[in-house]
């Protein structure tokens, strides 16, 4: 039979040292039967195996509906600011989901592991931006570093203000001065963050520049004037620049300019590092704009978080007074003692995070996120506002708890979960975090130790709510200072 050969192959291995060989019609069905088994056992593992790929293997995340030209837009209707959309959705289309802002391809993140291999893991392959129409407008088509593409120039901007940023840091009396221009500058900040990347329609259409469009149109007002302010500086520091001093950021630049522009031979001539004017000035922009612009807005949510829960400023007050005393100044070298001021710092982060969706990421090559495919070219949203109120990985998430970042005897700062992530990661991590960190703690430990702060009476309390835009600011509120007893300080009201 012409099965008996394979048949006899298989006895003849299975029978220890052939000693016994079977013969005859046993053998034949003993043969049959094995076949028949290893058959069997190979099917499984072929259905096992595509099972496997089908429920493991590349796939696209759940898609919104979507309908031609317009996209999600119609499930995207909504009176929730974009996050808490954002997250909602999860309910229906799973933590990583799919939609269609228009013709484009977006990918939102809600869970930290997902948002981890995205910033992190592979952080390069999804280290590009989207051009829009409001941030090219802000930034001279991406000549900046927070909305420019990743490029060799972007690589070699970043490192020069990452060391300009150590350098002017800690210790550096510019922290300490108040630049007279800074009341204008908050006045064209506030243009820019009301109109500003915040997927208006604009930036989906961008035929719709069009027609007339207020919101632009403010835009491109407030532009100007900041342009013409840093043009000034600018100027002010090319007739004054030496390269034995450095003063500051733009000083920085401007070395790194000129010693690229010197450099005729190696590889980081001017031209391959794309160092021109519109550079150096997009990217002071930036570092203006976001220290103004954050800074502030998180004073704001801890003003109106403390407002909320005066024990919490009662625990700050106690502290400051046993550790630091009334008689000076709160330092940077007291942050170490001062644990439960630091981890109301973190819990501020946490449950009003600054840039709620952080800025959108581009994947720059075919890739994945966990088991879905990701195209070149799609956006990818980390939903911050999702990792830090997700409720496995936070106990009572809306609640407003500074404790969360104590260990148990409160001695010391935690991160009690990995879903924490207020200044991003990877690649694109704010580069302002430390300095930001060291603001934060300056102004609040020097309010609390001669203010305390509650709601005028007749006044309802602060909302919660915030207004969504590029990053997500309290609404205006009054609040009154209370000169704290044993404090000189007059009594103000300040809104
Ligand atoms: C604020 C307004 C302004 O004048 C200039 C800028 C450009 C940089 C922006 C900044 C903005 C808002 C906060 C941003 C920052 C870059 C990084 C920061 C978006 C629009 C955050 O990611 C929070």
Redesign the pocket.
């Known amino acids: 039979m012409w099965l008996s050969r394979p048949a006899q192959l298989l006895c003849d291995a299975w029978s220890p040292l052939n000693q016994t060989p079977l013969s005859g019609p046993l053998s034949t069905h003993m043969a049959w039967f094995l076949c028949l088994c290893a058959f069997l056992a190979l099917a499984l593992l072929a259905v096992h195996l595509k099972l496997r790929l089908s429920m493991h293997g590349p796939q696209e995340p759940p898609h919104l509906p979507t309908l031609p030209l317009i996209g999600s837009l119609m499930s995207l209707r909504s009176p929730q600011p974009p996050h808490v959309l954002f997250k909602g959705l999860q309910g229906k289309y799973g933590q990583t989901y799919s939609l269609k802002m228009g013709s484009q391809s977006v990918i939102v993140v809600n869970q930290h592991r997902h948002a981890r291999e995205v910033l992190l893991k592979k952080g390069k392959t999804f280290a590009g931006r989207p051009r829009t129409v409001t941030t090219d407008v802000?930034?001279r088509d991406g000549k900046?570093?927070?909305?420019g593409d990743y490029s060799a120039t972007w690589r070699f901007h970043r490192k020069i203000v990452h060391g300009a940023l150590c350098m002017f840091g800690e210790g550096s009396a510019s922290i300490e001065k108040i630049n007279p221009e800074f009341e204008a500058?908050l006045d064209?900040?506030?243009g820019?963050?009301d109109t500003?990347?915040k997927d208006s329609l604009v930036d989906i259409f961008p035929w719709l520049q069009m027609f007339p469009n207020a919101d632009l149109c403010l835009l491109k007002q407030?532009v100007s004037i900041?342009d013409k302010l840093l043009q000034k500086k600018y100027d002010e520091h090319k007739a004054n620049y030496s390269d034995h001093v450095q003063r500051d950021l733009l000083d920085a630049l401007l070395r790194a300019k000129r010693s690229a522009e010197n450099n005729n031979t190696a590889e980081v001539s001017a031209e391959s590092v794309g160092l021109s004017e519109d550079h150096l000035l997009m990217t002071v922009?930036?570092?203006?704009?976001?220290g103004?612009?954050?800074t502030t807005t998180v004073l704001k949510w801890a003003v109106t978080y403390l407002i909320h829960h005066p024990q919490v400023q009662r625990r700050i007050q106690e502290e400051l007074d046993s550790k630091v005393g009334r008689g000076r100044s709160p330092q940077l070298s007291d942050r170490g003692s001062l644990p439960y001021l630091e981890a109301t710092i973190r819990e501020v982060l946490r449950i009003r995070p600054?840039?709620p969706l952080?800025?959108p990421h581009v994947a720059l090559s075919d890739t994945s996120i966990g088991d879905f495919t990701v195209r070149k070219g799609t956006r990818v949203i980390i939903n911050l506002w999702s990792l830090h109120h997700d409720e496995k990985e936070w106990k009572n998430p809306e609640l407003f708890d500074p404790g969360r970042f104590l260990n148990n005897e409160g001695t010391s700062l935690i991160i009690p979960s990995s879903s924490y992530l207020p200044f991003?990661a990877g690649v694109r991590v704010?580069l302002?975090e430390a300095l930001a960190k060291m603001e934060l703690f300056l102004f609040l430990s020097w309010i609390l130790q001669h203010f305390t702060l509650s709601v005028p009476s007749g006044h309802s309390l602060p909302s919660l709510e915030g207004k969504f835009g590029?990053?997500l600011q309290p609404a205006k509120f009054k609040v009154n200072a209370t000169p704290r007893a044993g404090s000189e300080t007059n009594k103000c009201q300040a809104c």
């Not at 900046?144 to 909305?147: G, S, T």
């Open positions: 802000l930034t900046d570093i927070a909305f500058m064209y900040s506030q820019i963050v500003v990347a407030c900041r922009g930036d570092i203006f704009g976001a103004v612009e954050t600054v840039a952080l800025i991003g704010c302002g590029v990053v």
